[in-house]
């Protein structure tokens, strides 16, 4: 059985908040080499379209919590928009043997657009559109603690990333497969805690 729900338009301050727990998790641990600059969330949008829930199994379902296993599909019209620096190092070849970005950027080879020590910096704009998730989650929802979900599978289908690199395709390639390996380790370590401190922030509203 499968079933759909409201999906509200959400309130500037769920948006602030998503926001600030998006950038943190964006901004933990090591980023890639190429990221030169913290990652800014400019803007989210949860857009208008709910996922979809197809129950698999109900392991619990009591007046004040339920746990079930879901299929979960979206494809809708929610998108992220990033700003960050990117650098390609003219040293790194000499020191690493290789630096793909450099490569990309035509940097530090005898054909390069430059030759120098210090890094080329430059500002990006990333736009990610048009996700598709397909994935079994497990699902609780809890009247004191809010919801917990958990992806059992790889849910990231397809994403659309445009960004100031778009003319180039060689470059548009090479981030579109970084950004797809972010994303698949924020949805893997990150997305459940930040939906679980959100529907806390709104259990404890309701309670007030």
């Known amino acids: 059985m499968s079933f759909t ?16 727990m998006l950038h943190a998790a964006l901004n933990k641990g090591n980023k890639p080499p190429i990221i030169a ?63 793909e970005m450099s490569d990309l950027l035509g940097v530090g080879g005898s054909r390069g657009i430059l030759a120098a020590h210090q890094p080329l910096v430059v500002p990006m ?44 395709a060689v470059i548009q390639s090479f981030i579109q497969r970084e950004i797809e390996d972010q994303l698949r380790e924020m949805f893997r370590e990150d997305l459940p805690g930040i939906i679980h401190r959100l529907s806390q922030r709104w259990v404890a509203g309701r309670t007030k």
């Not at 729900?5 to 600030?20: L, N, Q, V």
């Not at 919801?147 to 059992?152: H, R, Y």
């Open 125 to 168: 704009l990333l736009r990610l559109s048009q996700f598709r998730l397909n994935s079994y989650v497990v699902l609780v929802l809890s009247k004191q603690k809010g919801c917990t979900l958990v992806f059992k599978t790889d849910p990231l289908q397809n994403v659309e990333v445009s960004s100031t690199f778009d003319s180039i």
């Open 37 to 99: 600059d913290k990652i800014e969330v400019v803007e989210l949008e949860m857009g208008t379209q709910p996922p979809e829930l197809e129950i698999k199994d109900i392991g619990e379902l009591t007046q004040d919590q339920f746990r079930g296993i879901f299929k979960l599909t979206y494809s809708g019209d929610a998108f992220i928009v990033l700003r960050t620096k990117v650098q390609a190092r003219s040293s790194e070849r000499r020191k690493r043997g290789h630096n």
């Open 5 to 20: 729900f409201k999906w509200p338009r959400f309130s500037d301050r769920f948006h602030e908040e998503a926001r600030d």
